[in-house]
């Protein structure tokens, strides 16, 4: 309910159109569903550009389908992640247009291909080959949501010569999401390197005390590099969220 | 070394006015420092924009006033973190111009007033009155870097009006950094309210399983609102570092 | 024994109806197993209203279905815990009556329907459908204690309008019983709109730092909302334990 | 804004004694000051009765006087927890009427004595006397909620006897709270003896594995007896306000 | 090499039956061999009375399968811990004797029955069914180092009056060994009945904050009952073997 | 109140000498007050042979000095631990006949020399001089309960010549009580070179992933030596209560 | 790009035959790669020494044959750790050459035999049997680096004749590397006795709070032997990749 | 006892000169003594080539003092670690020619200068200044034992290129040790650019989840740089001690 709305609904209990009893029912439930409408204004674009996203751990696979064709329904573009591949073959038979990215175990549903719709590129950055189930998740979601997205594979500190190779893009990159595990130090080295945002994101990759990512995480957290932000192990999806509101304009 | 002088140095050899021996000599150094060089144009801007930053803890307080002597000998603007009272009194007397925030426990020394310099207002909201000092050492640090900055307090989830009466400077800000302990639960709240970057900062505030700030940080990184990012506990300088990357232009 | 029994005996060994010996022997037992009968008067409804409980973890199918055969030839109902489809089968075979619900893990063998035995409604609210096996366990055991449950799902502190759409259903229920993974943040949240007795479940959704549902357990039990009370992760069955015994009436 | 004052508002507007502009301007702030206020009606009783609570930890001195000078000049009740002798005296200083206890580190202002506003008695039972800081912070503060309370002292687990000869008072209690540290495990032994809800508080008495409580949260979480609810260590204050919420009757 | 032995070779090196550089090159190798023949006297009744003990966990079928035959074709009695059914399977094949009892995974190869070495009764004492595994381990163990062994089952705290029943039981036992999981509070309320040594095992029982036995041992470590002593999570076998330490007479 | 007077008071009814009613009176509080003195008899010698234990640490002083005053009027022993030196002080000036032993943080009022009433030595063993407070904890307490104490110190087993070289004596111990920090390896040694009771003490000595006594505490737990038994971190005192349960009698 | 490549490029430039564009094209990139052949250099013979490595945990089996293929197709020994059986049959069917260590998980392509290429024997000293995978992994590993290797295997702490039996050994070893899970002691003991580096390897042998290797990690870490050495859980490799670093001789 | 003693002892039984009774009294003690003066043999060069180690927290100034005296009175070199300042004035009072460092918390006595002992250069890198305490008492250890020592500061990652311009200095050195706190980064870049042995130590340096040092450790355990050796958090002498280990020519 807007302003014009509420001045009709005031000037019809002033001219007695509306009782004191009806006006008072209509604006009991006002603030709430107000809200409700004003975020969604705000909700929607943030998460998806145009579409909707399933977190589909945790849920039934008639779930997950169930929500997906409701959404195909509306024809709006859908990503499903944490997507098992018998969840994917089944999204892709109930669903036109869904494909599934193995390694990334993501499903999606949208245009291919289609133009950026925000300015600026992401840069995912990976440390070593069993970083790439996150990292490629961070990519098609940040693609998802409407970036544009590069990628830079198996720059791991240990062999800094093949990171510094690459610093032109890194210097070009508008936000640069950076993917490890183990110690998790290469967002660290990439953030005393460029100016502008990197998310670092830990892994689950390691044994012993890497701790299923709780190494990289902390490592990530402490980093000495000012103004690295982090989020939680393996979440490329977060990530490119938080790009993605990098790169979206102020309302 | 750049561009122009590597081509000099190669127009020297090719015409002769310098050997191979002595155009080695020169090289054989070339790339690190140039790296050097090529970071230091990066780097500075990132932290400080027009200054340096000091990170007083471990460091005893001879050295910080030597370091703020230097910066201030080259005219520099300066910022010191973690400054203890007894501490930021010492830079007062040696160093005409430092400001001591008690509550923020932050010294600095810059033009007052300034205008940002850069686009965008940085809200820094948080949760309690105990979680002041982390707030301000976020705002404080922000502006040193360039930024307008707002702050909203005492909005804490157990208390929702309080939060969403402010719904609209919520939805003007270009980067929120929310600072909270004990649950950690703000973030997640506007996270789903705005959709431009939202930078969690968890604080120490609280007690049992509070554990100096993990409840909180843990709660951050969880956070069911998709792309909160997240910074170490109680690390409000880089909350507001990560802000500035934010706002910082594509270079 | 009570103390009419207890002046009777003593009566009889006055009136020498009793011997010295046997009335020692009667009296040898009695602290014990009066303590035993009167913990019976208020252990039994305390769990199970009209019914036995078996937590099916940790022991063997053969065991669960001969404690459940034997309950049921006594004609008492019987609610079976974290019970796989497996023994949910076997039981249905075993003991005619039993009905399994593969959401909450659980196997009941009451009368269908039956008039709650407790004033009250208990409100069972939960953030995200991954979270609904443990809310189906707690609402799926309140009613075998005796409440009047109702479900309220999906209303996530990072859309909070879905949740204020629903406050009138908060604040008439008698007790709440919020069902939160991730950061746990939903308590706090309810527990700042409700004058009423607020249980908090965390659930082992999410991964990283949710750390099968640490994140969330302490996100609640350092909750700002005042007179939160927590359960064990995923414990929907000890929530709806401690509602049936906020319900009751005083003895 | 509560329904007869919005029924007044909407009662000048149909009388024209309130014109549309002003009555809009009015209106625009209600949803969420009546949010507010609405809340008040419930939160104000949930946690203070008569009066309000200010959490004193992470607060300066100069801050809680103040607030509590405001609140006093209201001649509302005031509770302050968390608070340290001196701000005691500070307090007892500035606004009449204040009482501080030292060993629950707490300072009251309230009518002396005056009738419990809620049915049924608190039982506060504590396992040894180092737990007794804890214990009495949750009394006094079950008070000033408006509880009966009364007190059981030095009944730990490993000394059996001494509990059960006070069973009758364990029967007879509403809500009991059980405070104790060490292996926390005496809410498993009450819990199993009584029907009546039970809020167990684990404290940081003890050292090595205890952990600052850590042993007895989790062994208070772990409880074989069901439906004992937990609260923070150390956390009197919160078992207080639960308790107050499971003896305020349904709205 | 024994006393006996090592006088006999220096009496032949006085009778010069044996030369210096001889004698030099056995004793060369004594200080070692001997310290580990004086060990086996002390080691050998420690562990096993008459027999050897094996580890299964962590070694192959083959291996454990080859050790059990040598030891068998020294006629000495055997026991394999950790033993999977599989494994028992193949050493009842293997090797005549053997018996495997499922529920404690325990393989023992031992003349039945035979009377108990060491004085006095072992009493195992456990809290719930799902503490059966451990608690026949602890049982089984204690008997094949000679101890008479009896056993109390299903005791918890919860239901105290089940415990109490039995104190004639724990009054007459030489050692009490405590099985619990959960909060593993049984060991505190035993300790507090008895005057002898009571040994608590944690059990991985549990789910949540009980973390494979976390709470169970660190409940059992801040125990207020002193002196109990505590073995690590399941290890049945080591509180049996600490019993038969504690039976065994002083050498 | 036992048999023999349990006989009587029935015996005294029968023969009409005592009423019913009064015959109640004394009945009614048997159970537990019998439950009381029975424990009472169990439980004095077990924590103090002569004497009563106060725990000081998070009592006042003022309550630590009326306990204990108490206690000297009835002309007991009286063992105070984690005393500090204020403390032992006041106590020496309070109560005649109080020793303060400040290495051991114990204050001890009984007769000096005493016998042991108690068969058997308990060796004490320690690791480094750091550790000595502990050890001396121990030793002093089991000296007030009954037991002959010997001291072997600073024998760790990164010189292990050092222990072996007192072999005879770890052989001729009843109970050994090995007192370790760091990384707590000496019981797994000592352990292996003996058959009688090891109970391990983990002290809060190191630092870094010492973690106040985490690491030699989960060394201890997990020891390859079987039998060895575990106390909590720094409980010397919980030791010496353990080796006097296991020398002495069974009742 | 090494000196004599640079020297030929800068002479060409001198002598005309490059033109100064076309050299500052090569040497734009110069730097970086410059680094890596520098590093290579060192890099190279670190790991492998003739060879390279591949840690094939979290790679698909795809990727490693690959990476595999193309080694070999350069005649380069190599590596392949963490190798489950079914890799490493597909390497052996896809690359001539491989053999299969089941035990340590490795496959590896070398000469066989080949002479040690560093001076000086590792000795590897495992605690027991369920260590013996990772022991032979750095037993293995040492070898293909150039390492003479000895093994030295089941010698605990709380079997300490069988160690000192082997002090010879122990002695005359260049570096040891010492292995084992549980409490982790074995280190402390092996520093004591030799004055040559010794390497410790926690394995995650063990249950209950050995907690995956953790309590022999720390155990390690807090050795009272001096100068002991510790490498991540399990991770035999990186040992035996230190072992070669400390026998290189220096460049 | 060495070899000639022991064949002066066997020689002196055949000569009859010794009872074969006597040569048994010797002879009982000799393994543990020998193995005693085998030791002495190794230990000592270990840890201190010419001198004495006093690790001085846990111990009170007179015992270190005592110590101290005595080892100088047989004229060695002592050094001692965590040294208070009033440790340290009292050394210097008590034995001449202590010298004290209060960055590194170690007092010294030993001839200056004084040459070293062992071949190869000792490098001590550290990332922040904060970190210098630790790195200063590794610097300072390593001399004492006999290391030629450098030093580089200053050289965390964030700002790769300081670190790079010394890389002559890196591949110089024999031994590096890496000094850094926060995410500990420095020691896996470190790795990667050099052959010869790295021994990281993580410091207490940093807040949050930099936990007094775990999230170095971890990181540093985790390091993606093959071979790097890990010592306890803050253990500068430690790293010391492993480094002086490796120089060490082989026994």
């Given at each position: 309910?807007?302003?014009?709305?509420?001045?009709?609904?005031?000037?019809?209990?002033?001219?007695?159109?509306?009782?004191?009893?009806?006006?008072?029912?209509?604006?009991?439930?006002?603030?709430?569903?107000?809200?409700?409408?004003?975020?969604?204004?705000?909700?929607?674009?943030?998460?998806?550009?145009?579409?909707?996203?399933?977190?589909?751990?945790?849920?039934?696979?008639?779930?997950?389908?169930?929500?997906?064709?409701?959404?195909?329904?509306?024809?709006?573009?859908?990503?499903?992640?944490?997507?098992?591949?018998?969840?994917?073959a089944r999204l892709a038979a109930a669903v036109p247009g869904f494909v599934y990215?193995?390694?990334?175990?993501?499903?999606?549903?949208?245009?291919?291909?289609?133009?950026?719709?925000?300015?600026?590129?992401?840069?995912?950055v990976s440390a070593g080959t069993a970083d790439q189930p996150v990292a490629e998740?961070?990519?098609?979601?940040?693609?998802?949501?409407?970036?544009?997205?590069?990628?830079?594979?198996?720059?791991?500190?240990?062999?800094?010569?093949?990171?510094?190779?690459?610093?032109?893009?890194?210097?070009?990159?508008?936000?640069?999401?950076?993917?490890?595990?183990?110690?998790?130090?290469?967002?660290?080295?990439?953030?005393?390197?460029?100016?502008?945002?990197?998310?670092?994101?830990?892994?689950?990759?390691?044994?012993?005390?890497?701790?299923?990512?709780?190494?990289?995480?902390?490592?990530?957290?402490?980093?000495?590099?000012?103004?690295?932000?982090?989020?939680?192990?393996?979440?490329?999806?977060?990530?490119?969220?938080?790009?993605?509101?990098?790169?979206?304009?102020?309302?």
């Amino acid at each position: 309910m807007n302003r014009p709305q509420l001045t009709a609904l005031l000037d019809a209990i002033r001219r007695g159109e509306l009782s004191v009893e009806d006006g008072l029912a209509k604006l009991r439930g006002l603030p709430f569903e107000d809200i409700g409408f004003a975020m969604v204004d705000h909700h929607r674009p943030l998460l998806s550009g145009a579409g909707e996203v399933i977190y589909a751990s945790g849920k039934t696979a008639d779930e997950v389908v169930a929500i997906a064709e409701r959404i195909a329904a509306e024809s709006q573009d859908v990503l499903v992640t944490r997507c098992t591949p018998e969840l994917g073959a089944r999204l892709a038979a109930a669903v036109p247009g869904f494909v599934y990215h193995a390694r990334a175990h993501i499903a999606v549903r949208a245009p291919t291909p289609r133009a950026p719709s925000l300015e600026g590129t992401v840069l995912v950055v990976s440390a070593g080959t069993a970083d790439q189930p996150v990292a490629e998740e961070a990519a098609l979601c940040a693609e998802f949501f409407g970036c544009a997205v590069e990628r830079l594979t198996d720059v791991g500190v240990s062999g800094l010569h093949r990171l510094l190779a690459h610093r032109e893009r890194l210097w070009s990159a508008a936000v640069i999401i950076v993917v490890a595990g183990m110690e998790g130090a290469l967002p660290s080295v990439v953030g005393g390197l460029v100016a502008r945002p990197v998310i670092a994101v830990p892994t689950s990759v390691g044994y012993g005390v890497a701790a299923n990512g709780q190494a990289a995480l902390h490592g990530m957290l402490t980093s000495c590099a000012a103004g690295v932000v982090v989020v939680n192990i393996d979440n490329g999806f977060g990530a490119a969220a938080a790009a993605a509101r990098m790169l979206r304009r102020p309302s």
